[in-house]
């Protein structure tokens, strides 16, 4: 669905007084030496779960308080990618993840702030992502960053025993889940926490009789980001229609096994959706 059949079909919400605006570039946290723009909703206040819904079927996301998706200039490597919930088949690499960790409890919650959480994702930023700034963020700044939302949104913290292994920060769509952020024990070896989640909110889906999980953006030039198209049942947003996504061969090779030394990666360009980004003079 396009952003013009979105606008379209919200004639009929409540809600109808949305504007786009593009950010001014900044670096790309994906692709070296290149610049990225995103086009972000605006008034945050109004977009609620059913507004939210139906930007996220054209290819928007969320950080934070801010809803966006790629505009950039001369690129169109980000595509947005969700599963097909009904037609899926985990692989047999993906069912041995499942056994793996078939100790793990899930623990649904609001979403707030849980000082044992934000300590977790504290090692999980310094183990993983040293060089991005974000293994230094306050308290304010994980909240800011994950727990602020106007949609339905809620925490998954997984268990082993009594040991916090993973948590995951997930929005509510009328016609799905969408993947927001997961971070996990960075200490544990051979673990495949990454594939867990994700399988679990295949599941989690199942249960509540919605059809997609949508995954972010799916970039196939960069290894970190090219892990989604392991999964069946892929289907892409491709100049306003959403379709089998194709594999391709060069980036399934850079992709390789997927593990957790590149999985999950943040999927959100925070850094470039501050407020001082935003140009209200630039075309939508």
């Known amino acids: 669905m396009g952003l013009e059949s979105v606008m379209t079909s919200m004639n009929d919400l409540p809600i109808n007084q949305l504007q786009f605006y593009a950010t001014a570039p900044y670096p790309c946290s994906y692709l070296p ?4 723009r995103s086009q972000v909703a605006t008034p945050a206040h109004v977009i609620d779960t059913r507004v939210y819904s139906r930007l996220v079927e054209a290819g928007f996301r969320r950080s934070g308080a801010f809803t966006y998706r790629p505009h950039c200039d001369h690129c169109r490597a980000c595509i947005p990618v969700r599963i097909r919930v009904p037609d ?3 692989s047999r690499s993906q069912r041995r993840a ?7 409890v899930a623990n649904i919650l609001p979403l707030r702030f849980h000082p044992e ?18 293994d230094q963020d306050s308290q304010e700044q994980y909240s800011h960053f994950l727990l602020q939302s106007h949609v339905r949104t809620f925490l998954v913290e997984f268990r082993e025993h009594s040991e916090l292994r993973m948590v995951s920060i997930v929005d509510e769509l009328q016609d799905g889940l969408s993947s927001v952020y997961t971070f996990f024990d960075p200490d544990v070896p051979g673990a495949s926490y990454g594939v867990y989640n994700i399988l679990w909110q295949i599941r989690e889906c199942e249960r509540r009789g919605r059809p997609h999980l949508y995954l972010g953006y799916l970039i ?13 049942a892929l289907e892409g947003l491709h100049e306003g229609r959403w379709a089998p996504q194709t594999r391709l061969s060069a980036a399934a090779g850079s992709a390789g096994s997927v593990d957790d030394q590149a999985f999950p990666i943040d999927d959100v360009p925070r850094n470039g959706l501050s407020r001082a980004t935003l140009d209200p003079d630039a075309t939508p």
């Not at 959480?117 to 974000?134: D, F, I, K, W």
């Open 88 to 90: 899926f088949r985990p």
């Open 220 to 232: 196939q030039e960069c290894r970190k980001m090219a892990y989604k198209q392991n999964f069946a």
């Open 33 to 36: 030496e290149r610049t990225a």
């Open 98 to 104: 499942l056994h793996k960790h078939e100790r793990l």
């Open 117 to 134: 959480h934000y300590e977790l994702y504290r090692r999980y930023q310094s183990a993983r992502h040293t060089s991005g700034g974000m």
